[in-house]
Protein backbone atom coordinates (compact mmCIF):
# COMPACT_ATOMS: atom_id res chain seq x y z
CA UNK A 1 0.00 0.00 0.00
CA UNK A 2 2.65 2.50 0.95
CA UNK A 3 6.15 0.49 0.00
CA UNK A 4 9.08 -0.11 2.37
CA UNK A 5 9.27 -3.29 4.14
CA UNK A 6 6.71 -6.13 4.03
CA UNK A 7 4.81 -7.29 7.87
CA UNK A 8 2.95 -3.63 8.18
CA UNK A 9 0.17 -6.03 9.45
CA UNK A 10 2.47 -7.74 11.67
CA UNK A 11 4.35 -4.70 12.81
CA UNK A 12 0.97 -2.86 13.50
CA UNK A 13 -0.37 -5.55 15.89
CA UNK A 14 2.65 -6.41 18.23
CA UNK A 15 1.57 -3.81 21.27
CA UNK A 16 -2.34 -4.73 20.40
CA UNK A 17 -1.84 -8.65 20.63
CA UNK A 18 0.60 -8.16 23.73
CA UNK A 19 -1.68 -5.38 25.40
CA UNK A 20 -4.87 -7.72 24.73
CA UNK A 21 -2.61 -10.72 26.35
CA UNK A 22 -2.60 -12.91 23.02
CA UNK A 23 0.60 -14.45 24.03
CA UNK A 24 0.87 -17.31 21.38
CA UNK A 25 0.22 -14.71 18.32
CA UNK A 26 2.57 -12.24 19.80
CA UNK A 27 5.20 -14.81 19.75
CA UNK A 28 4.57 -15.65 16.47
CA UNK A 29 5.23 -12.14 15.77
CA UNK A 30 8.02 -11.12 17.13
CA UNK A 31 9.28 -14.24 15.74
CA UNK A 32 8.42 -12.87 12.48
CA UNK A 33 10.20 -9.86 13.30
CA UNK A 34 13.65 -11.72 14.41
CA UNK A 35 13.44 -14.13 11.44
CA UNK A 36 12.06 -12.46 8.40
CA UNK A 37 11.62 -8.85 8.73
CA UNK A 38 13.81 -7.43 6.05
CA UNK A 39 14.80 -3.49 6.73
CA UNK A 40 16.82 -3.01 3.06
CA UNK A 41 14.05 -3.04 0.77
CA UNK A 42 14.67 -1.21 -2.56
CA UNK A 43 11.84 0.88 -4.01
CA UNK A 44 9.51 3.81 -2.73
CA UNK A 45 8.75 3.83 0.76
CA UNK A 46 6.42 6.83 2.66
CA UNK A 47 8.35 8.69 5.27
CA UNK A 48 5.28 9.53 7.38
CA UNK A 49 3.82 5.87 7.23
CA UNK A 50 6.99 4.37 7.85
CA UNK A 51 7.55 5.82 10.89
CA UNK A 52 3.96 5.95 12.64
CA UNK A 53 3.66 2.34 11.95
CA UNK A 54 6.98 0.35 11.77
CA UNK A 55 9.03 2.93 14.27
CA UNK A 56 6.19 3.53 16.30
CA UNK A 57 5.29 -0.17 16.16
CA UNK A 58 8.66 -1.78 17.18
CA UNK A 59 9.20 1.60 19.88
CA UNK A 60 6.39 0.13 21.49
CA UNK A 61 6.93 -2.86 21.35
CA UNK A 62 10.07 -2.17 22.99
CA UNK A 63 8.79 -0.29 26.25
CA UNK A 64 5.94 -2.82 26.55
CA UNK A 65 7.92 -5.94 26.27
CA UNK A 66 11.52 -4.58 26.98
CA UNK A 67 12.60 -6.83 24.39
CA UNK A 68 15.90 -5.26 22.74
CA UNK A 69 15.11 -6.70 19.47
CA UNK A 70 12.51 -4.04 18.46
CA UNK A 71 14.80 -1.62 20.21
CA UNK A 72 17.47 -2.15 17.57
CA UNK A 73 15.25 -2.68 14.68
CA UNK A 74 13.50 0.85 15.56
CA UNK A 75 17.12 2.38 15.65
CA UNK A 76 18.23 0.53 12.53
CA UNK A 77 15.03 1.97 10.43
CA UNK A 78 15.59 5.12 12.35
CA UNK A 79 18.69 5.63 10.66
CA UNK A 80 17.20 4.55 7.45
CA UNK A 81 14.78 7.47 7.51
CA UNK A 82 17.49 10.24 8.20
CA UNK A 83 18.16 11.07 4.33
CA UNK A 84 14.85 12.05 4.24
CA UNK A 85 15.81 15.53 5.17
CA UNK A 86 18.89 16.25 3.18
CA UNK A 87 16.87 19.42 1.86
CA UNK A 88 18.12 22.98 1.73
CA UNK A 89 15.60 23.86 4.47
CA UNK A 90 15.99 20.51 6.52
CA UNK A 91 12.20 19.73 5.98
CA UNK A 92 12.19 15.52 4.51
CA UNK A 93 10.71 15.07 1.21
CA UNK A 94 7.53 12.07 1.83
CA UNK A 95 9.52 9.44 -0.33
CA UNK A 96 12.71 7.67 0.64
CA UNK A 97 14.41 4.30 -1.02
CA UNK A 98 15.13 2.50 1.96
CA UNK A 99 18.02 0.58 0.30
CA UNK A 100 21.79 1.58 0.16
CA UNK A 101 20.99 4.26 -2.61
CA UNK A 102 18.85 6.42 0.49
CA UNK A 103 17.73 8.96 -1.94
CA UNK A 104 14.45 10.37 -1.49
CA UNK A 105 11.72 12.38 -3.72
CA UNK A 106 8.38 14.27 -2.75
CA UNK A 107 4.92 12.37 -3.86
CA UNK A 108 4.14 13.36 -7.81
CA UNK A 109 0.94 14.45 -6.90
CA UNK A 110 2.03 16.86 -4.27
CA UNK A 111 1.88 20.59 -5.47
CA UNK A 112 5.13 21.75 -6.96
CA UNK A 113 7.51 19.43 -5.60
CA UNK A 114 6.24 19.92 -1.89
CA UNK A 115 6.20 18.18 1.30
CA UNK A 116 2.92 17.64 3.66
CA UNK A 117 2.37 18.87 6.67
CA UNK A 118 0.65 16.22 8.25
CA UNK A 119 3.61 13.93 6.83
CA UNK A 120 6.62 15.98 8.32
CA UNK A 121 4.75 17.36 11.30
CA UNK A 122 3.97 13.75 12.54
CA UNK A 123 7.64 12.68 13.15
CA UNK A 124 8.31 14.00 16.31
CA UNK A 125 7.31 11.33 19.13
CA UNK A 126 8.77 8.83 17.61
CA UNK A 127 12.20 10.48 16.78
CA UNK A 128 12.56 11.93 20.19
CA UNK A 129 12.24 8.41 21.57
CA UNK A 130 15.06 7.40 18.85
CA UNK A 131 17.33 9.81 20.41
CA UNK A 132 16.75 8.43 24.26
CA UNK A 133 17.12 4.83 23.31
CA UNK A 134 20.32 5.51 20.74
CA UNK A 135 21.64 8.62 22.34
CA UNK A 136 22.31 9.85 19.09
CA UNK A 137 20.78 13.60 19.19
CA UNK A 138 20.50 13.90 15.52
CA UNK A 139 16.89 12.55 15.68
CA UNK A 140 15.79 15.28 17.99
CA UNK A 141 17.56 17.61 16.61
CA UNK A 142 16.37 16.85 12.59
CA UNK A 143 12.36 17.43 14.22
CA UNK A 144 13.17 20.42 16.50
CA UNK A 145 14.81 21.96 13.02
CA UNK A 146 11.42 21.14 11.87
CA UNK A 147 9.44 22.93 14.40
CA UNK A 148 11.69 26.27 14.52
CA UNK A 149 11.14 26.81 10.53
CA UNK A 150 7.24 26.46 11.35
CA UNK A 151 7.68 29.08 14.06
CA UNK A 152 9.07 31.52 12.01
CA UNK A 153 7.21 31.66 8.52
CA UNK A 154 4.40 33.44 8.14
CA UNK A 155 0.88 31.83 8.99
CA UNK A 156 -2.04 32.75 7.07
CA UNK A 157 -4.62 33.80 9.71
CA UNK A 158 -2.39 31.68 12.30
CA UNK A 159 -3.34 28.48 10.09
CA UNK A 160 -1.21 26.43 8.59
CA UNK A 161 -1.66 25.13 4.94
CA UNK A 162 -0.86 21.49 4.20
CA UNK A 163 1.93 21.93 1.43
CA UNK A 164 5.07 23.36 2.00
CA UNK A 165 8.43 23.74 -0.48
CA UNK A 166 11.13 21.62 1.20
CA UNK A 167 13.24 23.53 -1.02
CA UNK A 168 12.30 27.26 -0.21
CA UNK A 169 10.59 26.81 3.04
CA UNK A 170 7.51 28.78 1.68
CA UNK A 171 3.92 27.88 1.88
CA UNK A 172 3.28 26.03 -1.85
CA UNK A 173 -1.08 26.53 -1.65
CA UNK A 174 -3.23 27.88 0.95
CA UNK A 175 -5.37 24.92 1.49
CA UNK A 176 -5.89 24.52 5.62
CA UNK A 177 -7.30 20.86 6.51
CA UNK A 178 -7.82 19.27 10.15
CA UNK A 179 -8.16 15.69 8.03
CA UNK A 180 -6.15 14.55 5.79
CA UNK A 181 -2.92 16.06 4.60
CA UNK A 182 -2.86 18.21 7.86
CA UNK A 183 -4.49 16.12 11.02
CA UNK A 184 -1.59 14.46 13.04
CA UNK A 185 0.39 17.83 13.44
CA UNK A 186 -1.48 19.48 15.26
CA UNK A 187 -1.72 16.04 17.48
CA UNK A 188 1.95 16.34 17.70
CA UNK A 189 1.89 19.40 19.19
CA UNK A 190 -0.11 18.48 22.31
CA UNK A 191 1.24 14.99 22.36
CA UNK A 192 4.75 16.33 22.42
CA UNK A 193 3.93 18.47 25.21
CA UNK A 194 2.30 16.11 27.04
CA UNK A 195 5.34 13.09 26.13
CA UNK A 196 7.82 15.69 27.59
CA UNK A 197 6.32 15.65 31.17
CA UNK A 198 4.81 19.38 30.23
CA UNK A 199 7.95 20.70 30.12
CA UNK A 200 8.29 21.12 26.06
CA UNK A 201 6.43 25.22 26.17
CA UNK A 202 7.22 25.35 22.79
CA UNK A 203 5.03 22.81 21.49
CA UNK A 204 2.62 23.58 23.97
CA UNK A 205 2.13 27.34 22.97
CA UNK A 206 2.40 26.24 19.55
CA UNK A 207 -0.85 24.23 19.71
CA UNK A 208 -2.95 26.55 21.58
CA UNK A 209 -2.49 29.47 19.02
CA UNK A 210 -2.97 26.93 16.34
CA UNK A 211 -6.05 25.80 17.98
CA UNK A 212 -7.25 29.74 18.35
CA UNK A 213 -6.93 30.16 14.70
CA UNK A 214 -8.51 26.60 14.03
CA UNK A 215 -11.45 28.23 16.53
CA UNK A 216 -11.54 31.54 14.70
CA UNK A 217 -11.71 30.34 11.27
CA UNK A 218 -12.56 26.37 10.76
CA UNK A 219 -14.46 25.80 13.71
CA UNK A 220 -18.85 26.06 12.69
CA UNK A 221 -22.64 25.26 13.53
CA UNK A 222 -24.81 23.63 11.47
CA UNK A 223 -28.35 24.92 10.91
CA UNK A 224 -29.21 21.87 12.66
CA UNK A 225 -26.86 22.98 15.92
CA UNK A 226 -23.51 20.24 14.82
CA UNK A 227 -20.53 21.43 15.48
CA UNK A 228 -17.86 20.63 12.76
CA UNK A 229 -14.71 21.63 11.10
CA UNK A 230 -14.59 22.78 7.81
CA UNK A 231 -11.73 23.37 5.11
CA UNK A 232 -10.35 26.35 4.49
CA UNK A 233 -9.10 27.04 0.53
CA UNK A 234 -7.39 30.99 0.77
CA UNK A 235 -10.09 32.39 2.25
CA UNK A 236 -13.54 30.15 0.96
CA UNK A 237 -14.68 27.71 3.32
CA UNK A 238 -15.72 24.20 2.09
CA UNK A 239 -18.03 22.79 4.36
CA UNK A 240 -16.87 19.31 4.49
CA UNK A 241 -15.49 17.06 7.63
CA UNK A 242 -13.30 14.26 6.67
CA UNK A 243 -13.23 10.97 9.10
CA UNK A 244 -9.98 11.58 9.58
CA UNK A 245 -10.51 15.05 10.98
CA UNK A 246 -13.00 12.81 13.81
CA UNK A 247 -9.40 12.09 15.67
CA UNK A 248 -9.82 15.71 16.87
CA UNK A 249 -12.68 15.40 19.48
CA UNK A 250 -9.73 13.42 21.54
CA UNK A 251 -7.34 15.75 20.43
CA UNK A 252 -9.40 18.93 21.66
CA UNK A 253 -10.27 16.80 25.03
CA UNK A 254 -6.57 15.65 25.84
CA UNK A 255 -5.95 19.04 25.83
CA UNK A 256 -8.37 20.88 27.82
CA UNK A 257 -6.54 20.80 31.19
CA UNK A 258 -3.52 22.54 29.97
CA UNK A 259 -4.48 26.05 28.42
CA UNK A 260 -5.98 29.16 29.97
CA UNK A 261 -7.83 27.56 33.13
CA UNK A 262 -10.78 29.64 32.30
CA UNK A 263 -10.74 27.72 28.76
CA UNK A 264 -10.81 24.15 30.29
CA UNK A 265 -14.85 23.72 30.08
CA UNK A 266 -14.73 25.26 26.76
CA UNK A 267 -12.16 22.92 25.07
CA UNK A 268 -14.11 19.98 26.77
CA UNK A 269 -17.70 21.05 25.63
CA UNK A 270 -16.01 21.65 22.02
CA UNK A 271 -14.65 18.20 22.19
CA UNK A 272 -17.53 16.54 23.04
CA UNK A 273 -19.57 18.50 20.20
CA UNK A 274 -17.18 17.46 17.31
CA UNK A 275 -17.70 13.48 19.11
CA UNK A 276 -21.03 14.06 18.99
CA UNK A 277 -20.93 15.02 15.14
CA UNK A 278 -19.06 12.35 14.12
CA UNK A 279 -21.50 9.96 15.91
CA UNK A 280 -24.27 11.43 14.15
CA UNK A 281 -22.15 10.59 10.61
CA UNK A 282 -22.24 6.91 11.85
CA UNK A 283 -26.11 7.46 12.58
CA UNK A 284 -27.24 9.16 9.93
CA UNK A 285 -26.20 6.18 7.59
CA UNK A 286 -27.64 3.23 7.04
CA UNK A 287 -25.14 0.27 8.09
CA UNK A 288 -24.54 2.61 11.34
CA UNK A 289 -20.47 2.88 9.95
CA UNK A 290 -19.46 6.88 9.04
CA UNK A 291 -18.41 7.36 5.04
CA UNK A 292 -14.99 8.96 4.13
CA UNK A 293 -15.93 12.32 4.34
CA UNK A 294 -19.46 14.14 5.33
CA UNK A 295 -21.05 17.55 4.35
CA UNK A 296 -22.81 20.43 5.91
CA UNK A 297 -24.23 22.28 2.25
CA UNK A 298 -26.96 21.93 0.63
CA UNK A 299 -29.15 20.86 2.93
CA UNK A 300 -27.29 17.79 3.96
CA UNK A 301 -26.01 17.57 7.37
CA UNK A 302 -23.17 14.82 8.24
CA UNK A 303 -23.93 12.39 5.45
CA UNK A 304 -21.96 11.80 2.34
CA UNK A 305 -23.06 13.71 -0.61
CA UNK A 306 -20.93 12.51 -3.26
CA UNK A 307 -20.50 8.70 -4.37
CA UNK A 308 -17.25 9.16 -4.36
CA UNK A 309 -16.86 9.51 -0.28
CA UNK A 310 -19.28 6.55 1.14
CA UNK A 311 -16.69 4.17 1.93
CA UNK A 312 -15.56 3.02 4.92
CA UNK A 313 -12.03 1.34 5.00
CA UNK A 314 -12.37 0.36 8.66
CA UNK A 315 -10.81 3.74 10.03
CA UNK A 316 -10.53 4.58 13.74
CA UNK A 317 -10.89 8.23 14.13
CA UNK A 318 -14.38 8.25 15.34
CA UNK A 319 -13.22 5.41 17.66
CA UNK A 320 -10.74 7.20 18.86
CA UNK A 321 -12.24 10.09 20.26
CA UNK A 322 -14.83 8.17 22.08
CA UNK A 323 -12.22 6.43 23.61
CA UNK A 324 -10.31 9.66 24.94
CA UNK A 325 -13.85 11.34 25.72
CA UNK A 326 -14.82 7.79 27.79
CA UNK A 327 -11.56 8.34 29.81
CA UNK A 328 -12.09 12.19 30.17
CA UNK A 329 -15.28 12.32 31.38
CA UNK A 330 -16.61 8.68 32.19
CA UNK A 331 -20.14 9.47 30.10
CA UNK A 332 -21.50 5.92 29.34
CA UNK A 333 -22.69 7.31 25.90
CA UNK A 334 -19.42 6.80 24.29
CA UNK A 335 -18.97 2.96 25.37
CA UNK A 336 -22.80 3.34 23.64
CA UNK A 337 -21.33 4.46 20.65
CA UNK A 338 -18.95 2.30 20.89
CA UNK A 339 -20.48 -0.79 21.33
CA UNK A 340 -22.20 0.15 18.12
CA UNK A 341 -19.51 0.30 16.49
CA UNK A 342 -18.98 -3.04 17.27
CA UNK A 343 -22.08 -4.51 16.21
CA UNK A 344 -21.62 -2.89 13.03
CA UNK A 345 -18.49 -4.03 12.40
CA UNK A 346 -19.48 -7.30 12.73
CA UNK A 347 -22.70 -7.32 11.21
CA UNK A 348 -21.14 -5.42 7.99
CA UNK A 349 -17.13 -6.13 7.71
CA UNK A 350 -16.84 -9.48 9.10
CA UNK A 351 -15.69 -11.55 6.34
CA UNK A 352 -13.79 -15.30 6.38
CA UNK A 353 -10.18 -14.36 6.97
CA UNK A 354 -10.72 -10.70 8.79
CA UNK A 355 -12.38 -7.50 8.30
CA UNK A 356 -12.96 -5.89 5.32
CA UNK A 357 -14.04 -2.52 4.08
CA UNK A 358 -17.00 -1.79 2.51
CA UNK A 359 -17.42 0.68 -0.65
CA UNK A 360 -20.97 1.80 0.64
CA UNK A 361 -22.55 2.80 4.42
CA UNK A 362 -25.26 3.77 2.87
CA UNK A 363 -26.82 0.40 1.18
CA UNK A 364 -27.05 -2.94 3.33
CA UNK A 365 -26.52 -4.76 0.07
CA UNK A 366 -22.54 -4.56 1.35
CA UNK A 367 -19.97 -4.70 -1.59
CA UNK A 368 -16.47 -5.49 0.39
CA UNK A 369 -13.72 -3.76 -0.78
CA UNK A 370 -11.34 -7.12 0.04
CA UNK A 371 -8.80 -4.85 2.03
CA UNK A 372 -8.04 -5.00 5.85
CA UNK A 373 -5.70 -2.24 7.01
CA UNK A 374 -3.09 -2.17 9.08
CA UNK A 375 -4.62 0.43 11.09
CA UNK A 376 -7.41 -1.53 11.70
CA UNK A 377 -5.39 -4.27 14.21
CA UNK A 378 -3.35 -1.08 15.47
CA UNK A 379 -6.12 1.48 16.00
CA UNK A 380 -9.65 0.30 15.88
CA UNK A 381 -9.30 -2.77 17.43
CA UNK A 382 -6.61 -1.64 20.40
CA UNK A 383 -8.96 1.80 20.80
CA UNK A 384 -12.47 -0.48 21.26
CA UNK A 385 -10.64 -2.63 23.79
CA UNK A 386 -9.00 -0.14 26.07
CA UNK A 387 -12.99 1.85 25.26
CA UNK A 388 -13.97 -1.29 27.36
CA UNK A 389 -10.72 -1.68 29.62
CA UNK A 390 -10.00 -0.09 33.13
CA UNK A 391 -8.43 3.66 33.16
CA UNK A 392 -5.23 2.13 34.11
CA UNK A 393 -4.87 -0.07 31.22
CA UNK A 394 -1.78 1.80 29.15
CA UNK A 395 -2.64 5.27 31.81
CA UNK A 396 -2.60 9.06 30.50
CA UNK A 397 -0.63 9.50 33.36
CA UNK A 398 1.89 7.23 31.80
CA UNK A 399 1.71 7.02 28.36
CA UNK A 400 1.16 8.86 25.06
CA UNK A 401 -0.20 7.56 21.96
CA UNK A 402 1.49 8.00 18.49
CA UNK A 403 -1.07 8.40 15.64
CA UNK A 404 -1.08 5.07 14.90
CA UNK A 405 -1.93 4.34 18.66
CA UNK A 406 1.28 2.87 19.43
CA UNK A 407 1.63 4.08 22.92
CA UNK A 408 5.30 5.32 24.00
CA UNK A 409 6.04 6.26 27.36
CA UNK A 410 6.16 10.00 29.00
CA UNK A 411 9.94 10.63 29.94
CA UNK A 412 9.95 12.01 33.14
CA UNK A 413 10.97 15.54 33.78
CA UNK A 414 13.71 13.26 36.88
CA UNK A 415 14.91 12.09 33.02
CA UNK A 416 15.70 15.58 31.54
CA UNK A 417 16.72 16.90 34.47
CA UNK A 418 19.84 14.44 34.15
CA UNK A 419 20.34 14.28 30.52
CA UNK A 420 20.70 18.28 31.17
CA UNK A 421 23.61 17.78 34.14
CA UNK A 422 25.62 15.31 32.31
CA UNK A 423 24.99 17.52 29.68
CA UNK A 424 26.43 19.90 31.48
CA UNK A 425 29.13 18.17 33.46
CA UNK A 426 30.73 17.28 29.50
CA UNK A 427 30.64 20.80 28.35
CA UNK A 428 32.36 21.57 31.45
Known sequence: MFGGPRG?????????????GLKEEYNDAKEWVQTSLDLNSNGEASLFE???????????????????????KAVELGEKLLPAFNTPTGIPRGVINLGSSGTSWSWGWASAGSSILAEFGTLHLEFVHLTELSNNPVYKEKVMNIRKLLNKIE???????????????NWVQHHVSIGGLGDSFYEYLIKSYLMS?????????????????????????????????????????????????????????????????????????????ITHTCHESYDRST??????????????????????????ILRPEVIESYMYMWRLTHDPKYRDWGWEAVEALEQHCRVESGFSGIRDVYTLTVSHDNMQQSFFLSETLKYLYLLFSDDDLLSFEDWVFNTEAHPLPIIRKSCLQDEATEEKTVSE
Open 287 to 312: TKLGPEAFRFDSGAEATATRLSDRYY
Open 50 to 72: VNIRYVGGLLSAYYLTGEELFRN
Open 197 to 273: DKTDEDAKTTYYTAMEAIEANLVQKSPGGLTYMAEWRGGILDHKMGHLACFSGGMIGIGADDGAPEKRQHYLDLAAE
Open 8 to 20: ASIIDSLDTLYIM
Open 155 to 169: KPHGLYPNFLSPVSG
